[in-house]
């Protein structure tokens, strides 16, 4: 597949590494231009391309930074994108990091929902909660019993499953964690953050959250 990836962060490096070693067309992009981006590409095979150009062509595109950065996105990002283009959203909203939002934290938004309406496109909330090392150190072969299941949220249905076939290429199963609006199951602080387990306790980490985020996140 094109795949785009907005962010060379953490996460967004691991990405690219991973999916460019499977055989995927990876366009990379961050905030401070390709010509940033020349070890990563050189390593990796992927093309350094600005942010506007990152989504162009591709049927999937991870958006991949800090959510005080969603909206400094540029309009119409998506307009040359694949018919039917997944976009991931891996981000997480920190207060002392971004500031206080309020849709998020008085009006109850979840923060990919928050990250939809900045972006003008549906997302699948995926990897916010993964630990960067594990995307190249811990991908396992279908049905090994110590494979690691990633939270997997998104309201649309094609888009989610075209995800988590990628998740599961990367050697990593999925639990669907719902819709949007209850992707705060997956939010910082919950149970199922950062959590290296299988399906099973995945599945029992979502259903054991609860909306009331903790004191660090109504700061």
Do not use: C
């Amino acid at each position: 597949m094109k795949i785009g990836i907005i962010g060379a962060g953490n996460i967004g490096g691991n990405l690219t590494r991973r999916l460019a070693a499977l055989g995927h067309d990876v366009s990379v992009a961050n905030s401070r231009g390709p010509h940033t981006l020349t070890a990563l590409a050189e390593e990796t095979g992927a093309t350094p391309v600005a942010v506007e150009e990152a989504a162009r062509g591709a049927e999937v595109v991870v958006v991949t930074i800090p959510l005080n950065a969603i909206p400094d996105l540029p309009d119409g990002l998506f307009a040359e994108a694949a018919d039917g283009v997944a976009v991931i959203d891996t981000g997480n909203y920190y207060p002392q990091r971004d500031g206080r939002i309020a849709e998020i934290l008085d009006e109850g938004l979840t923060e990919s929902r928050w990250t939809e309406r900045h972006i003008g496109h549906p997302v699948v909330k995926a990897f916010n909660g993964t630990y960067a090392a594990d995307i190249l150190d811990r991908p396992r072969p279908a049905g090994a019993p110590d494979r690691m299941a990633l939270p997997v949220a998104g309201d649309d249905e094609a888009a989610k499953a075209k995800v988590r076939a990628l998740i599961d290429e990367l050697g990593f199963d999925t639990v669907d964690a719902g819709g949007i609006d209850e992707s705060w199951r997956q939010q910082p602080a919950t149970p199922v953050y950062g959590l290296r387990d299988g399906v099973d306790g995945v599945t029992k980490a979502l259903a054991e959250a609860s909306p009331e985020r903790t004191p660090e996140f109504t700061a």
